[in-house]
């Protein structure tokens, strides 16, 4: 359900409830797995997926 004062805080609170610890945990092994290939890996195309990633999730990288 979106509402116009949807913050990452609430859903950071929203997750914590309907997230099991392994569910977290493949999250971030997979997170940490795809950066870690990315950051290696410095092809160009790799590095715009980053990028695009990074927008996509609401950070502001330059």
């Excluded at 990452?8 to 870690?36: C, D, K, N």
């Excluded at 927008?55 to 990288?61: R, S, V």
């Amino acid at each position: 359900m979106a509402t116009a004062n949807n913050t990452v805080t609430g859903r950071i609170e929203q997750a914590r409830f309907e997230l099991s610890a392994t569910q977290v945990a493949v999250g971030v092994a997979l997170v940490a797995a795809l950066g870690f290939t990315l950051l290696f890996l410095q092809e160009p195309a790799a590095h715009d997926s980053l990028h695009n990633f990074r927008h996509a999730a609401g950070i502001t990288c330059h």
